[in-house]
């Protein structure tokens, strides 16, 4: 099991989800996810259309409550000298404090988003569980694929897939609306969709203004 937001959203079965994209004009973009075994709302996810706030995106349960608020980080000197930007992602405990659980850092050029590569780390989106560990499993990961294409998996430091994004199959497979996401058994649900989250808005897509 890999509890990073809540054991909760760690099943002990391959899940499939459903991710669809709501539109900026009618409820300020985002999108909400669904089991697609029940068909039930799992997640929502909102960004600046909703929020009103560039570069802050919020992960709520299928009852609206927040899991994940993620902000891009802050600039500054160091920040504006880096080949990377960066993403944080924090969870709530009881009392509404805010808690660092992972990192995610993507290149400055989007030219170099399109492709997987472990030779360069500047050619690959990372992610990093947080706190960083000295013992165990490393917790990085990498997106391999291009999302736009809905082609793509979250991979850890092994090669293992945790996740894989994929278009819809039937009669929406043409639209890039409605995408599924493979999870895989034991893997944080809510992180997932954080990432997901991050990636959409990398793209400029439903959560970006």
Same mark, same amino acid.
């Given at each position: 099991?890999?509890?990073?937001?809540?054991?909760?959203?760690?099943?002990?079965?391959?899940?499939?989800?459903?991710?669809?994209?709501?539109?900026?004009?009618?409820?300020?973009?985002?999108?909400?996810?669904?089991?697609?075994?029940?068909?039930?709302?799992?997640?929502?996810?909102?960004?600046?259309?909703?929020?009103?706030?560039?570069?802050?995106?919020?992960?709520?349960?299928?009852?609206?409550?927040?899991?994940?608020?993620?902000?891009?980080?802050?600039?500054?000197?160091?920040?504006?000298?880096?080949?990377?930007?960066?993403?944080?992602?924090?969870?709530?405990?009881?009392?509404?404090? %805010?808690?660092?659980?992972?990192?995610?850092?993507?290149?400055?050029?989007?030219?170099?988003?399109?492709?997987?590569?472990?030779?360069?780390?500047?050619?690959?989106?990372?992610?990093?569980?947080?706190?960083?560990?000295?013992?165990?499993?490393?917790?990085?990961?990498?997106?391999?694929?291009?999302?736009?294409?809905?082609?793509?998996?979250?991979?850890?430091?092994?090669?293992?897939?945790?996740?894989?994004? %994929?278009?819809?199959?039937?009669?929406?497979?043409?639209?890039?609306?409605?995408?599924?996401?493979?999870?895989?058994?034991?893997?944080?649900?809510?992180?997932?969709?954080?990432?997901?989250?991050?990636?959409?808005?990398?793209?400029?897509?439903?959560?970006?203004?």
């Amino acid at each position: 099991m890999m509890a990073i937001v809540s054991k909760v959203y760690c099943l002990p079965t391959e899940a499939a989800l459903a991710v669809r994209r709501r539109p900026h004009a009618v409820s300020g973009g985002g999108f909400v996810v669904t089991d697609c075994s029940s068909t039930r709302v799992v997640f929502r996810v909102d960004g600046c259309g909703v929020l009103g706030t560039s570069g802050e995106l919020v992960v709520k349960d299928g009852d609206g409550d927040a899991l994940l608020l993620i902000r891009r980080k802050a600039g500054g000197i160091v920040q504006a000298m880096s080949i990377h930007k960066k993403w944080k992602g924090y969870t709530y405990d009881y009392e509404g404090a %805010q808690k660092l659980v992972f990192s995610i850092k993507e290149p400055h050029s989007s030219s170099s988003l399109s492709c997987f590569s472990r030779s360069s780390s500047s050619s690959a989106i990372k992610i990093s569980l947080e706190p960083r560990k000295t013992n165990g499993p490393d917790g990085i990961f990498h997106i391999k694929g291009h999302f736009p294409h809905r082609d793509c998996s979250i991979v850890d430091s092994g090669g293992n897939t945790i996740a894989q994004i %994929q278009k819809e199959m039937g009669e929406l497979m043409a639209s890039k609306d409605v995408y599924r996401v493979i999870v895989k058994a034991g893997i944080d649900q809510a992180f997932v969709c954080g990432v997901i989250a991050v990636l959409d808005h990398i793209y400029g897509e439903s959560t970006a203004c």
